[in-house]
T-cell receptor, first 112, second 113 residues
């Protein structure tokens, strides 16, 4: 298994600003994933972040809005840029293999 | 279109009672099906994972079943406890190397004393 921590755990931000979310894993992993969970909804994959390569974004998500860094095998950041109230969600990072994924505790973002 | 549908959307039961949650999927090709428990304010935690060749898997009071022919799965919770109050998410993995998962919308379970 993997132990995943995220910072911040929650934040309230003003529209038009940006927030960077950090994800730290207690072991080296190849693939990291960023998900969004809107209120009352299930998880939606934003992008896959592999160390040493550009992140791969899912349909509906773009790098200008959600830039991702993956500087090493234990750390990644997701930035939510130029925020609007529609970005209010829980953002979760995840690591894993084909048969198992472990999720971080999430970052609860509220945009006012 | 690959989809995972869960029912019921929400459920209230009394402590000590059993319950069964349902999951239907249309993901193809299919590789594996997982059940996750998500407590409020927490990330999902894996309960069970089954490949297409497995029919049932247990984890304590949680028992998952899978019928790959009808593309249905269920999660049975025995002797419910207050701590079982959470969202239960059915997740299906397709048969590719992209590690992409397809998430159901979850069932919100509330266990009352």
């Amino acid at each position: 298994s993997a132990v995943i921590s995220q910072k911040p755990s929650r934040d309230i931000c003003q529209r038009g600003t940006s927030l960077t979310i950090q994800c730290q894993v207690d072991s080296q992993v190849t693939m990291m994933f960023w998900y969004r969970q809107q209120p009352g909804q299930s998880l939606t994959l934003i992008a896959t972040a592999n160390q040493g390569s550009e992140a791969t974004y899912e349909s509906g998500f773009v790098i200008d809005k959600f830039p991702i860094s993956r500087p090493n095998l234990t750390f990644s950041t997701l930035t939510v840029s130029n925020m609007s109230p529609e970005d209010s969600s829980i953002y979760l990072c995840s690591v894993g293999s084909f048969y198992e994924q472990y999720f971080g505790p999430g970052t609860r973002l509220t945009v006012t | 279109k690959n989809q995972v549908e869960q029912s019921p959307q929400s459920l209230i039961i009394l402590e000590g009672k059993n319950c069964t949650l349902q999951c239907n999927y249309t993901v193809s090709p299919f590789s594996n099906l997982r059940w996750y428990k998500q407590d409020t304010g927490r990330g999902p935690v894996s309960l069970t994972i089954m490949t297409f060749s497995e029919n049932t898997k247990s984890n304590g009071r949680y028992t998952a079943t899978l019928d790959a022919d009808t593309k249905q799965s269920s999660l049975h919770i025995t002797a419910s406890q207050l701590s079982d109050s959470a969202s239960y998410i059915c997740v299906v993995g397709g048969e590719d190397s992209s590690y992409k998962l397809i998430f159901g919308s979850g069932t919100r379970l509330l266990v009352r004393p």
